[in-house]
């Protein structure tokens, strides 16, 4: 199928978006099962493109398109942040950023269904305002995303305090909350592995992808990604505004799938 790419008649940049090809995207903060979701939604046929199949705390990859990851760091580098430094308020995204944005996902918009994953799509503003997204979420414990945030920095050399990890879940989340607020769709609760395969199979059927072949990109019993507490360490206090949302973003995924 060829790709379809048109100018939209009310927008008055003239920017060339995506049309009438939409495209599964799985929003959720780093290091929070949003690479698993992502394999296994490939895993039903799924068109996702040549991604990162391999890494140092994802054996399988992180799922996402080096191209893709390159255009989203350079944006925020524009703005004088980065995926570990938030911007503090949605950048807007130039027009030459939004030809690359054309460039890269033309692959994906030649085959159907098509998923792009990448946390930092909730930190670059209206980058992919044009482009028809059909999201499903994933959510995870605030302290054991912050934990893994740590053992990947230190296994890099690095630090990266847990105060400073529970900070980032929540500007993510935020911005993950506020567009399901303004347009509901899936939410996946991570910490509840052995309901995540009914629970993405129910999220699918939302956008009318058919399951049914095997999953085996992902084990409930496989060990997560995170840095073990001590014996004798105790588990950090967390900001009441942090556990409210937490709260809240899991009782959205409690509810389930609303078709």
């Given at each position: ?5 048109a ?30 979701v ?63 944005l ?49 053992a990947?920095?230190r296994?890099?050399?690095g ?12 500007a ?53 990604s ?17 556990a ?16």
């Amino acid at each position: 199928m060829a790709t379809r790419l048109a100018l939209r008649r009310d927008d008055p940049s003239g920017w060339p978006i995506a049309y009438g090809a939409p495209m599964l995207v799985v929003y959720g903060m780093h290091r929070s099962g949003t690479s698993v979701v992502a394999g296994m939604i490939a895993e039903q046929g799924v068109f996702a493109g040549d991604v990162s199949s391999s890494g140092l705390m994802n054996p399988d990859g992180t799922r996402e398109l080096p191209a893709l990851t390159a255009l989203h760091n350079q944006l925020l580098a524009r703005v004088g942040a980065r995926w570990w430094r938030p911007p503090a308020a949605p950048p807007r995204a130039s027009s030459t950023e939004r030809s690359q944005l054309d460039e890269v996902i033309a692959p994906l918009l030649a085959r159907e269904p098509a998923l792009v994953k990448d946390p930092r799509m909730l930190i670059v503003g209206d980058l992919w305002d044009r482009v028809d997204l059909q999201p499903i979420g994933v959510i995870r414990d605030p302290v054991a995303v912050a934990r893994s945030l740590q053992a990947r920095r230190r296994a890099r050399g690095g630090e990266m305090p847990i105060h400073r990890g529970l900070r980032l879940w929540a500007a993510y989340n935020l911005e993950l909350l506020r567009r399901w607020e303004k347009s509901p769709f899936p939410l996946l609760d991570f910490d509840r592995p052995n309901g995540l395969e009914t629970g993405l199979n129910a999220a699918l059927a939302v956008y009318s992808i058919p399951t049914g072949r095997p999953y085996r990109f992902f084990r409930p019993d496989q060990p997560a990604s995170s840095s073990p507490p001590r014996a004798d360490q105790e588990s950090p206090k967390v900001p009441a505004e942090i556990a409210e949302l937490s709260a809240t973003l899991k009782a959205v995924a409690d509810r389930g799938v609303r078709q």
